[in-house]
């Protein structure tokens, strides 16, 4: 999930819907006083947008941000009427099914000398019976860990590193991790982006 701010109030160009904002004395005003409006979001759901506030949703709402390298996928200055507080790092879809679901189960995690795999999330089974489309799995433990995929596929990710897989990069079914260098770690919530029923 990301964290966005409506702005009403765009003053890019002339003509625009924010030149309507203006105190007595001809002054463009910070915050709307005039207008909220009714945007459709994920799944045709009509989300009530009031300038200034802040929410966070998933990343179908970039796609009404500025366009930057971070956003390619936004829209040009004149048109953008949301900014973009806080990212989680996921790929952006305009596909409905696509679902954002942070995983805080905290998995205590062993040093890699023999221990088990600790399952971090396993999207075969309930709630999901599916598979993850996009990943961003961020390490915060202190420590380095060792991620592996689908039962095969491992990578150490660094304290403060992340892995982000984009859409349709890989079908992710199974994230399980060992701690690296001898230390015993917890791994953090892992953000996940899951296709439901795909």
């Known amino acids: 999930m990301s964290t966005f701010q409506v702005k009403l109030s765009n003053l890019t160009s002339e003509g625009h819907q924010g030149y309507l904002d203006r105190?007595?004395?001809?002054?463009?005003v910070t915050t709307s006083r005039q207008r909220q409006i009714?945007?459709?979001?994920?799944?045709?759901?009509?989300?009530?947008?009031?300038?200034?506030?802040t929410f966070t949703d998933c990343n179908y709402w970039k796609r009404?941000?500025?366009?930057?390298?971070?956003?390619?996928?936004?829209?040009?200055?004149d048109r953008a009427f949301l900014t973009l507080t806080s990212d989680d790092g996921l790929a952006w879809s305009d596909v409905?099914?696509?679902?954002?679901y942070d995983f805080a189960n905290l998995v205590g995690v062993a040093?890699?000398?023999?221990?088990a795999w600790a399952t971090v999330v396993d999207f075969s089974i309930t709630p999901?019976?599916?598979?993850?489309?996009?990943?961003?799995?961020?390490?915060?433990?202190?420590?380095?860990?060792?991620?592996r995929?689908?039962?095969i596929t491992q990578a150490t990710v660094a304290n403060g590193a992340s892995?982000?897989?984009d859409i349709d990069e890989l079908h992710i079914t199974k994230i399980e991790a060992q701690g690296a260098g001898g230390t015993n770690v917890i791994i953090p919530a892992a953000k996940i982006q899951i296709v439901i029923n795909s």
């Open 96 to 100: 409905p099914a696509h679902q954002v």
């Open 128 to 147: 999901h019976f599916s598979y993850a489309k996009s990943a961003c799995i961020t390490n915060t433990t202190g420590a380095s860990v060792i991620i």
């Open 163 to 165: 892995l982000i897989f």
């Open 64 to 77: 009404f941000c500025p366009v930057s390298t971070a956003i390619p996928e936004g829209c040009d200055s």
């Open 111 to 115: 040093p890699a000398a023999s221990p």
């Open 23 to 28: 105190d007595t004395n001809g002054v463009p």
């Open 38 to 53: 009714y945007v459709m979001g994920p799944k045709k759901i009509n989300r009530l947008l009031v300038d200034g506030q």
């Open 149 to 151: 995929l689908n039962g």
